[in-house]
Nanobody, 119 residues
C-alpha cells in the first residue's frame, strides 16, 4: 500500500502557472503508473494525465499543450506542471498510483489539492 500526498495547489489568475507534486511513501512497493485526476464540485472525476514507469505519457485533450506530467522513480515523486491555467481548470486535483507490493497490485489515491483559477 502506498500513501500519497499532493501539494502545490492554490489560487491563481487565468494565464497563471502552478506546479503540483505528489509524494509517495511506504516500503516494499513499485509504482507502475502514476496519474493525475481532477474533480470539480458536482462534476465527475476526469483523467488529466498519466505517466508509466517507462515514461510514456497520456493527456486529456483539454490540457494538451498546457500541462506536463513527470516523475522521479528514485524519489517516488511525481509532478504536474500546469501552464496557462484557465477558469475551467478549477478543481480538486488527485494523485493516483498503480503499484505492486508482494505480488499484488494496488490503486492508491491522495487526499487532493485545490486549484482555483479566477478570471
Amino acid at each position: 500500500q502506498v500513501h500519497l500526498v499532493e501539494s502545490g495547489g492554490g489560487l491563481v489568475q487565468a494565464g497563471g502557472t502552478l506546479r503540483l507534486s505528489c509524494v509517495a511513501s511506504g516500503s516494499g512497493f513499485s509504482i507502475n503508473i502514476m496519474g493525475w485526476y481532477r474533480q470539480a464540485p458536482g462534476k465527475q472525476r476526469e483523467l488529466v494525465a498519466v505517466i508509466t514507469s517507462g515514461g510514456s505519457t497520456t493527456y486529456a485533450d483539454s490540457v494538451k499543450g498546457r500541462f506536463t506530467i513527470s516523475r522521479d522513480s528514485a524519489k517516488n515523486t511525481g509532478n504536474l506542471q500546469m501552464n496557462n491555467l484557465k477558469p475551467e481548470d478549477t478543481a480538486v486535483y488527485y494523485c493516483n498510483t498503480r503499484s505492486r507490493r508482494s505480488g499484488r497490485e494496488f490503486d492508491d489515491w491522495g487526499q487532493g489539492t485545490q486549484v482555483t483559477v479566477s478570471s
